[in-house]
């Protein structure tokens, strides 16, 4: 038990919050049990759910343990963790599969999500801004999945801009949606959508993401630097112009064959019927791509549209059904089940919102939602909540419904 407790203690660098408040003891409970499930993800990546598979995904290994070892300043785990990323960039593509073996195992998904290319480069940025330890740049990796030599950490990220820059829509800086985004559930049914959908929430990671490489490499490749900064720009200007739509941010727009764009996951969306999306909405917050008053008009439409008890909702309304014909999404419209795959409640979107939250100053807001999502008697934060949302699924949370047609 004391090494147990030792460990833990070194791995969150001794974080403890003061105070003789129960809610401040739930926290600090909370912070152990969050770290615990990150190095399990880490060390044994079967995922908390999931009894079988054994491998990194790219996206999650980029946020989960990535930001524990940024936030615990453990630089030399977090240096590891980037070049064992970097090493399975595609040869062929530039590209991360969605998701890959991390060890003596060279399976992997062999396609990816439209911002699973954001996270690495996103994740250099963070890595640099937060230590300083420019001399990563300067390692050599080998590329995976083909015969390209091995190059220096900044030449991968080169190559992955270079990538990116192919995606942006004819005559826009906007970035088609490829393979779907961090929504599982709406993963594109057809290839139509993946070179004609632009998600606004892979709009708005881009645009941090470029931004903070682009900040943080300004001192060591001022010609890299500003070209990231200037694609930051006229990334964040098509948001802008093609995303934010009598003053709500559309969840997609779909590039017609005129030229035009239209909304969906929007009020104008009578194609769905799904007219608020969260993700957006917090991101472009986070990235400070939107100004106070849009960050405002975000909030309030959050809070009136997809605030319930259990937390924060992703849509306003499940994808509709059809028995189980895809026609937009794949994944949302084919599952006849109603659980934590398609559900509307998932923690980590969640925890985003309070990260969005706390990046504008709302403290009652995050403080609120803190306990609205921790498993510790989450009975006072959700009455109606069931023992197994503590105990089973604490990273979603699942409606009680019988079947499709009863949750729609």
Not at 88 to 101: D, I, K, L, N
Not at 326 to 335: D, V
Not at 352 to 381: S, V
């Amino acid at each position: 038990k004391a090494g147990y407790q030792k460990y833990f203690e070194e791995l969150t660098s001794g974080f403890a919050l003061e105070g003789g408040l129960q809610e401040v003891q739930k926290l600090n409970q909370t912070v152990w049990w969050y770290a615990h499930n990150a190095m399990i993800h880490f060390s044994v990546p079967h995922g908390l759910e999931q009894p079988g598979g054994a491998a990194w995904g790219t996206r999650d290994v980029c946020q989960g343990p990535m930001e524990l070892f940024l936030t615990t300043q453990h630089y030399q785990l977090a240096r590891a963790v980037l070049l064992n990323i970097f090493s399975h960039q595609s040869a062929v593509t530039g590209e991360w599969p969605q998701w890959f073996m991390f060890d003596r195992y060279t399976m992997n998904a062999g396609e990816c999500h439209g911002d699973v290319i954001f996270w690495p480069l996103k994740c250099v940025g963070d890595y640099l801004a937060a230590c300083g330890d420019y001399s990563i740049l300067d390692e050599v990796i080998p590329y995976s999945y083909g015969d390209k030599p091995a190059a220096s950490l900044m030449d991968h990220l080169k190559n992955a801009v270079s990538v990116m820059e192919k995606r942006f829509l004819p005559g826009t800086y906007l970035i088609s949606y490829a393979g779907g985004d961090w929504d599982d559930t709406l993963r594109p049914a057809s290839e139509e959508l993946k070179q004609r959908l632009v998600s606004s929430w892979t709009q708005a990671l881009a645009y941090q993401t470029v931004r903070v490489l682009g900040n943080a490499l300004s001192a060591v490749d001022c010609a890299f630097s500003d070209k990231l900064l200037d694609l930051g720009k006229k990334i964040g200007e098509s948001f802008h112009q093609y995303l934010i739509q009598d003053g709500v941010i559309a969840g997609f727009v779909f590039s017609d064959e005129d030229g035009s764009f239209r909304p969906m996951l929007h009020p104008a969306d009578e194609k769905t019927g799904i007219h608020y999306r969260l993700l957006p909405m917090t991101r472009s917050i986070i990235s400070d791509l939107v100004d106070l008053p849009q960050a405002e008009e975000n909030v309030c439409l959050i809070h009136e549209k997809l605030g319930c008890p259990d937390g924060i909702r992703l849509m306003d309304r499940p994808a509709p059904y059809d028995g189980g014909v895809s026609h937009l999404f794949r994944r949302a419209e084919q599952a006849a089940n109603v659980g934590r795959e398609i559900s509307l409640q998932y923690v980590h979107a969640h925890i985003r919102y309070i990260e969005a939250m706390c990046h504008l100053g709302r403290t009652e807001d995050a403080w609120k939602a803190l306990f609205q999502i921790n498993p510790i008697l989450i009975q006072q934060a959700v009455p109606n909540a069931l023992p197994r949302q503590s105990n089973l699924y604490f990273s979603s949370s699942e409606g009680a419904f019988l079947d499709r047609y009863q949750y729609e």
